[in-house]
């Protein structure tokens, strides 16, 4: 299980422990993924997905899952949330 958001692409980033010395030893800062159950209004059922907390906030902003697909670029999505955009859009396209 890889440390990446699946809907924003967010993913650890590296930098330095400063001490108060100064001294410098390399670190990693991990994003703040939780595993969430997001539902489709279009599809009328739910996914599941390991998102950083401000992915969530964004979902819950734009108004909910399908907005949020909707404006997504499909190079930040992981392949499981590409699949489920292109679902949400062909369902929205029929209705």
Do not use: W, Y
Not at 43 to 68: M, N, P, W, Y
Request: aromatic share 4%.
């Amino acid at each position: 299980m890889s440390r990446r958001c699946e809907l924003t692409g967010k993913s650890p980033m590296s930098g330095n422990n400063v001490s108060h010395a100064k001294n410098r030893t390399r670190r990693r800062f991990l994003p703040n993924l939780n595993d969430v159950t997001l539902i489709s209004d279009a599809l009328g059922r739910s996914f599941k997905f390991r998102i950083s907390a401000a992915a969530l906030r964004t979902v819950d902003h734009r108004g909910g899952l399908d907005a949020f697909m909707a404006k997504a670029k499909d190079t930040e999505l992981s392949d499981a949330a590409l699949k489920v955009k292109k679902e949400i859009a062909k369902a929205q396209a029929a209705a």
